[in-house]
């Protein structure tokens, strides 16, 4: 059985970092090109970053590119996700998934069967 288990959110304040990790469990996790999404109040669920099975190609949104890196470590089964320069749009709950066996990168959250619960990430003006 496959589980995806965030850590790493809290309350910060705008301009400042934080980073999130993702533990896997279940399946071989460096057959799988895994990501992060976000959703804040209201709002649709949104994709955040991915990386690719062996860490060579990431993908980014438009406004976490430049701020916000993903990677893996594939003997640890883990992918983190490393936030600077936060800003209050960026309040939401982060997600880590795993996208569908053949995925290379993906933007859509139906390219990803697996999700975690989610860790809160506040940033506050």
């Known amino acids: 059985q496959v589980q995806l288990i965030e850590s790493g959110g809290g309350l910060v304040q705008a301009g400042d970092s934080l980073r999130l990790s993702c533990a896997a469990s279940?399946?071989?996790?460096?057959?799988?090109?895994m990501g992060w999404f976000r959703q804040a109040p209201g709002k649709e669920r949104e994709f955040v970053a991915s990386i690719s099975r062996s860490g060579g190609d990431t993908y980014y949104a438009d406004s976490v590119k430049g701020r916000f890196t993903i990677s893996r470590d594939n003997v640890k089964n883990s992918v983190a996700l490393q936030m600077v320069n936060l800003k209050p749009e960026d309040t939401a709950v982060y997600s880590c998934?795993?996208?569908?066996?053949?995925?290379?990168?993906?933007?859509?959250?139906?390219?990803?069967?697996?999700w975690g619960q989610g860790t809160q990430v506040t940033v506050s003006s």
């Open positions: 998934a795993r996208a569908r066996l053949g995925i290379i990168s993906a933007a859509s959250a139906t390219a990803y069967d697996y």
């Open positions: 279940g399946g071989t996790f460096s057959t799988y090109t």
